[in-house]
């Protein structure tokens, strides 16, 4: 059985080593973190239960907005969350749910902590940072 420090250790080093972790692995914030430090696209990996938790969520987007793309699909529904969400950087707002790019709370929200959020509404994530749910 492997051991959690091994994990942490090997996912700190790549992300990807994540989606080689036994399930356990996958269902534990602290490794899971260890990954989505490195890119957003860790939470592939990540079990259901992390992709619902909002705390756990945001504490990850705010490493990098991509993570987003990872939520469930209640939490990508959840104003309250994205309000959280598009607090951590203007960049949230490309990974934002379509209708969710003009719901007027969520960019009043964004553009309260940063003015320049407005151009990033509109912008259109990467091919690689589409939703995953």
Known sequence: MLRKDFVLAAVGRHWRALGFAPKEFRSDAEVVLAGAAQTGHALEFAAGGLRGDPEFMVACVAKHPAALTYASE????DRTFLR???GCSSLVMQHLPEAMRRDRDVVLAAV???WHAVRERNKKPSSHSSSHV
């Open 84 to 86: 959280a969400c598009v």
């Open 112 to 114: 309260t902590h940063h």
């Open 74 to 77: 209640r939490l990508l529904r």
